[in-house]
């Protein structure tokens, strides 16, 4: 079946450090990915996301290729911020129709430390 | 914006005990899935619906189960709740049963068993 692996956490960076958190993917059809972000007691927000090979999703300063050769996804930010300290996610989906339920990796927890 | 509204937002119950969580969609969206994350996990995919119908079904135990009523609201329900069941869960809606179509986390409820 599907499934997301993701960098073991947790990271901690220093404020304007270079951000990479790497993310593999399975899957036996042609999935959209995601990076969702989780901030302290709070739920689910997508970050960003790309639907085909070589699109490049980007939001807030982050951004992620999928890359179907290496089947990967993997996040990265020039220069981290303290607010950036959250729980990061990637995520899988499948395209059928009237259901589309994500596959989450792990989760790695990201602290930026001023 | 509406957005995925989920109540209620804490939730504390006994061994044994019921609990209901109920999900009510973004206006429009006709597809609701019910995720569960343990303590430190990841997401896990419960249980979904299209058009009032299930559409696909997860790691979801049998002392749970769930519906979409007419209006899309969707209800979780839980018997027999154990320790293990304690956890956040999510309800995400789309249009459509897509990613494609405004895919929406709520923020969760998050459920303690005692």
């Known amino acids: 079946g599907d499934s997301v692996t993701q960098m073991e956490g947790p990271v901690t960076l220093s404020e304007e450090a270079f951000l990479t958190i790497n993310c593999t993917y399975t899957?036996?059809?042609?999935?959209?990915l995601f990076w969702y972000v989780q901030y302290p007691g709070e739920g689910l927000q997508l970050l960003l996301k790309?639907?085909?090979?070589?699109d490049k999703g980007s939001n807030k300063g982050f951004e992620a290729t999928y890359r179907k050769e290496t089947t990967s996804f993997h996040l990265e930010k020039g220069s981290v911020q303290v607010s950036d300290s959250a729980v990061y996610f990637c995520a899988l989906s499948d395209h059928n129709f009237g259901n589309e339920k994500l596959t989450f990796g792990t989760g790695t927890r990201l602290t930026i430390i001023p | 914006a509406a957005g995925v509204i989920q109540s209620p937002r804490h939730l504390i119950k006994e061994k044994r005990e019921t609990a209901t969580l109920k999900c009510y969609p973004i206006p429009r969206h006709d597809t609701v899935y019910w995720y569960q994350q343990g303590p430190g996990q990841d997401p896990q995919f419960l249980i979904s619906?299209?058009?009032?119908?299930?559409?696909d079904k997860g790691s979801i135990p049998d002392r749970f189960s769930a519906q979409q009523f007419s209006d899309y609201h969707s209800e979780l329900n839980m018997s027999s709740l154990e320790l293990g069941d304690s956890a956040l869960y999510f309800c995400?809606?789309?249009?459509?049963?897509?990613?494609?179509?405004?895919?929406?986390f709520g923020s969760g409820t998050r459920l303690t068993v005692v």
């Open positions: 995400a809606s789309s249009a459509e049963g897509g990613t494609n179509y405004g895919y929406t």
């Open positions: 899957a036996t059809g042609y999935p959209s």
């Open positions: 619906f299209y058009e009032k119908m299930q559409s």
């Open positions: 790309a639907t085909k090979a070589d």
